[in-house]
Every structure is written in C-alpha cells, then in structure tokens.
C-alpha cells in the first residue's frame, strides 16, 4: 500500500513557464514532508521541505504547498530552467521518526 | 569534505555469489540508510543505523546485513545473490531524526544480479 503517491510520472514545461509537480499521502500522521531532485546517474539531493504546522514554504524559485486536509501537497518552480529537467521525488516522516517514505517520482522536462 | 561516498559504482554478480556494498560519510553524522531503487518506483528502505552500534530494519531487509562499527561506514553485505537483488543502492546519512533534518545522499551503486 503506498502512502505516499505520485500520480504523474512524467511532465513537460515550457521553459520560463511554471511547474507544479503534485504528491498525495494516505497516512495522516505524517507531519514532515520533503522533496528531492535526482539527475541520472547521481544520487538524490535535497530541495525543501515542509513541516505540518505550515501551508507554504518558500525557496528562491521553489514554493511547497501543503493541503493537510486534502493529504496533498505541491511543488511549483517558477520559473522553470533547463537545469530543473531530473526526477523529482516526494517525501514524508512522522516526526521523531527514523525512517522517510518515498513517492515513486516524477520526471520533469523543460523544454525549450 | 568527500560527504557520501559509495563503492564499487558497478557491479555485475552471479546467483548465489555475496558481496559488500561500502559506504562512508565523513560529515559526522550520526544517522546512517541504505535504500534501493528499483527502475519506475521510489526508494525503499533497506536497513538503516542511528549510531556506532545500532542497526535496524527497513522496508525491504530480506537477503541483506549491515553493520555500523564506526560513525563513518556502513557497509551492505549481500549473501547469495538474487536476481530480484538488482538494483541500485544508495546510502544516505543525516545528522539526526530524519523528521528535522534532510539526508545526503551517496551517487549509488547499480548492481545487476545475472
């Protein structure tokens, strides 16, 4: 059973445009929630995360949304460069927890 | 600072042949993971460590051990290799509950089991 979903496993952009790239999770005790960028090849690398008691959390380009009430979640990047063409991977902990479940991902294409 | 490092980067092994997959942080960090990959899916847990010492259960341990002698390494030892073994495997490390901290990720090994 996956608890954490993402639905989509591949979307294009245009580039300069905005993505959104969406994650839905089932266990509503996940309070910590994250997302990683991976390139082919490398390992994951870290993006930004989002604790429960926000909704929004910002980063230069990269905004998270968190919808707790719907268990879902965002990442919108704007504007999008070639560079954010990787694998993004969605995340979540139960706080004080050791362990993070990972979304199946989804590949994201700038185009030019 | 190297932060993960993994190796071999590639290996090709027979069924039924073992073998030990070695990872070091050298950021001091106290949480140490081992997670594979397989193709179209997220990664899953294989084991993971808290400190020198302490090893746990993941998602997926089945078929694998590790140890934690040092807070520097944490190697993975597959014994009898299955073709349902290939993978790639990355290990990861943070500084401490995985709830507050993000981990840092080595470039992964692709094994292919044959």
């Known amino acids: 059973d996956q608890q954490v979903k993402q639905n989509s496993p591949s979307l294009s952009v245009q580039e300069g445009r905005i993505s959104i790239l969406n994650c839905d999770y089932t266990n509503s005790m996940f309070d910590y929630f994250l997302w990683y960028k991976k390139y082919p090849a490398e390992g994951p690398t870290f993006l930004i995360s989002i604790s429960s008691i926000k909704d929004k959390n910002e980063d230069g380009r990269f905004t998270v949304f968190l919808n707790k009430s719907a268990k879902h979640l965002s990442l919108h990047i704007v504007p999008s460069q070639p560079g954010d063409s990787a694998v993004y991977f969605c995340a979540a902990s139960i706080d004080r927890d050791d362990k993070i479940i990972f979304g199946k991902g989804t590949r994201l294409h700038i185009l030019p | 600072n190297a932060g993960v490092t993994q190796t071999p980067k590639f290996r090709i092994l027979k069924i039924g042949q073992s073998m030990t997959l070695q990872c070091a942080q050298d950021?001091?960090?106290?949480?140490m993971y081992w997670y594979r990959q397989d193709p179209g899916m997220g990664l899953k847990l294989i084991y993971y460590?808290?400190?020198?010492?302490?090893?746990d259960k993941g998602e997926v341990p089945n078929g694998y051990n590790v140890s934690r002698s040092t807070t520097e390494d944490f190697p993975l030892r597959l014994e009898l290799a299955a073709p349902s073994q290939t993978s790639v495997y990355f290990c990861?490390?943070?500084?401490?509950?995985?709830?507050?901290?993000?981990?840092?990720f080595g470039p992964g090994t692709r094994l292919t089991v044959t």
């Open positions: 460590s808290v400190g020198a010492g302490i090893t």
């Open positions: 990861a490390s943070s500084f401490g509950t995985v709830g507050s901290y993000e981990q840092y």
């Open positions: 950021m001091n960090h106290n949480y």
